[in-house]
């Protein structure tokens, strides 16, 4: 049995390592990538639109001046204390550069600058598709 799993993990990674096929856009388009970040607002924060519209022009629009789209949303996670939390949240689309490290320090900069700035405990992102290392 144990042999089957690791069989079927090692299958499974191997999709992993094979190049992933080039996106085929329409004549006139480029492929683009992008990331999600879920931005919640714990108590003692609020989600003020002008603070907010502040941190979007202070900290994301100069690291992403190729797109940043900012919608309503609402989640819930388990805090420190284990206990469930709901709370407002604001989800940030933004457009990641091709070149460099792709924008993963900038994703990080702003992930920290928010959970500083308005004092927050988890800030997720969901980075474009991809394996990652067991």
Same mark, same amino acid.
């Given at each position: 049995?144990?042999?089957?799993?690791?069989?079927?993990?090692?299958?499974?990674?191997?999709?992993?390592?094979?190049?992933?096929?080039?996106? %085929?856009?329409? @004549?006139?388009?480029?492929? /683009?990538? $992008?990331?999600?970040?879920?931005? #919640? *607002? =714990?108590?003692? !924060?609020?989600?003020?639109?002008?603070?907010?519209?502040?941190?979007?022009?202070?900290?994301?629009?100069?690291?992403?001046?190729?797109?940043?789209?900012?919608?309503?949303?609402?989640?819930?996670?388990?805090?420190?204390?284990?206990?469930?939390?709901?709370? %407002?949240?604001? @989800?940030?689309?933004?457009? /990641?550069? $091709?070149?460099?490290?792709?924008? #993963? *320090? =900038?994703?990080? !900069?702003?992930?920290?600058?928010?959970?500083?700035?308005?004092?927050?405990?988890?800030?997720?992102?969901?980075?474009?598709?991809?394996?990652?290392?067991?």
């Amino acid at each position: 049995m144990r042999a089957a799993g690791a069989l079927i993990l090692v299958l499974g990674l191997a999709g992993c390592a094979s190049a992933p096929k080039p996106l %085929a856009c329409p @004549v006139g388009q480029a492929p /683009l990538r $992008t990331a999600q970040l879920f931005f #919640g *607002a =714990k108590a003692p !924060a609020t989600l003020d639109e002008r603070a907010l519209r502040r941190f979007v022009d202070q900290e994301i629009t100069p690291r992403f001046p190729d797109g940043v789209t900012v919608v309503d949303g609402g989640g819930q996670w388990k805090g420190s204390d284990n206990r469930l939390i709901r709370e %407002a949240a604001k @989800v940030v689309l933004v457009v /990641l550069p $091709t070149t460099g490290d792709g924008g #993963g *320090a =900038k994703v990080e !900069a702003v992930r920290a600058a928010y959970r500083t700035k308005f004092k927050q405990e988890p800030v997720v992102v969901l980075p474009p598709p991809g394996c990652d290392t067991l």
